[in-house]
């Protein structure tokens, strides 16, 4: 909060807030948080922080800020930076936070659209994209944890955090906002209502349905066994908890990496979202509609699930395969009982021999 009552102060003196008055500019700012998911706000303050700090350093102009200075602090930030999405977030926040106080945009100038696009070439080439995990490396760790080599407590946790996240195509934001009364237990399965994701910005809320499989991976057997051994079962406790505080990104990235390590995988090739991922791709694999693929992830777009989803081997080499396939019916004219290429390199042939008898005919 003291973050926003930070930028706040800058926005009160700008022509525009400036026509509301002290008292109603404090009620609108509030709409103004508002207007955005509350993990987008996070990233905007922590992005415009180092902006004000960078800018008052030089006793440049904070708000509203000059592209000359902007395109200078992005190419600063890129000595710092392996990615170009840190960027954009930058360029992000202070389009967004010059809107808001109704001032032109710093961003939209020739030199800072090529200088993203240039970062986007030059940083993303050194990036490698964590791996999808595997149905099986899902099963080698839900066997690990089996055998409790964890604590029951922990393996149970861990087992019903894995095998959700990867059948519900869950976000990390999503596990770690789950509450037991977003868990509905029904004869064909678990209801999980999602009530807010980074892409559903009106809260409108999505619906993921996960039935029981049978199998060591099944997290709706996961999730029940995981209730009845938790501490913090009440329906206003998050689901994925041992403490009753939600987790934070950092432990559950390193109990995974500690899972996939155990069952003999290089944890450097995966991260969190390797599930959602994984899930995704597994689903593909199996002969799931991309529409459904698409539903299930409450994914905006076709183009978005493209991404995740990773074809096997054989999908990708068959693609050759098929286009250099020659079969009966389609490589052979049944009449000359010549493919049709060679038939008419044939007719070429003939048609030039004729134009040549004419020409000498002629002479």
Known sequence: MSGLLYFAGYMKFTPYWQRFGSDMTDKLLDTVWSSRSDNT???YVRELKHWIEW?????????????????Q??????QKTKSPASLQQVVAALRWWHKQCDLPDPTQGSATTALLQVQCRTLRSGLQ?????SM???VDICT????KKWGAEMAQLWTAYVTVSYAAFLRFAEARDMLWQDIEDTPEGLVITIPKAKNDQMREGKSVYLAETGTISCPVAAVKAWWHVSSFNRPENPVFTKTG???????????LKRLLQAVGQDPTQYGLHSLRAGGATQAARSGVDMDMIQRHGRWRSADSVHTYVNPASS???????????????STTNPSLGQKPYQHQQARSAANYEDRIRRLLDLS
């Open 55 to 71: 800018a008052e350093q030089r006793l440049f102009t904070v708000l509203p800020a000059d592209e000359v200075h902007i395109v």
């Open 41 to 43: 706000i996070k990233t």
């Open 315 to 329: 999908v990708k080499f068959s693609v050759t395969q098929k286009m250099f396939q020659l079969g009966p019916s």
């Open 136 to 138: 099986k490396t899902l």
């Open 245 to 255: 505080n939600k987790m934070n990104y950092r432990m559950a990235s390193m109990a």
């Open 129 to 133: 994209r964590k791996q999808e995990l």
């Open 73 to 78: 602090y992005l190419l600063d930030r890129s």
């Open 144 to 147: 690990f944890l089996k055998v």
